[in-house]
């Protein structure tokens, strides 16, 4: 049974860095995708980032600003968020399929809140 936890959300001010950790357990395969959504108040949850073997993949309004990143020995997945801005204020979202797709995603962590406010 995969299991995936998130962790590392917070209140940062805008300008600011915050990196997101996800822990995960029984994600057999090493091609597995793994992603970051985020879904903010009123708004659909939308795809972050995402990695799938040497592959990474972002979200325009994220582009050089956050990194994806694996650690298939540690069993975790980071995203560092540098240059947070106030519309980055979202629930943060782990998830990770076996078959290797972005869309849909079979398994989801439970989220964490990173609040970007002065």
């Known amino acids: 049974q995969v299991q995936l936890a998130e962790s590392g959300g917070g209140l940062v001010q805008p300008g600011g860095s915050l990196t997101l950790s996800c822990g995960y357990s029984?994600?057999?395969?090493?091609?597995?995708?793994m992603a970051w959504f985020r879904q903010a108040p009123g708004q659909e949850r939308m795809f972050v980032a995402g990695?799938?073997?040497?592959?990474?993949y972002y979200a325009d309004s994220v582009t050089g600003r956050f990194k994806i990143s694996r650690d298939n020995r540690k069993n975790t997945m980071l995203l560092q968020m540098n240059t947070l801005r106030t519309e980055d204020t979202a629930v943060y979202y782990c998830?990770?399929?076996?078959?290797?797709?972005?869309?849909?995603?079979?398994?989801w962590g439970k989220g964490t809140l990173v609040t970007v406010s002065a």
């Open positions: 029984g994600l057999a395969s090493m091609s597995a995708s």
């Open positions: 998830a990770a399929d076996e078959t290797g797709s972005f869309e849909p995603m079979k398994h």
């Open positions: 990695i799938q073997g040497t592959g990474t």
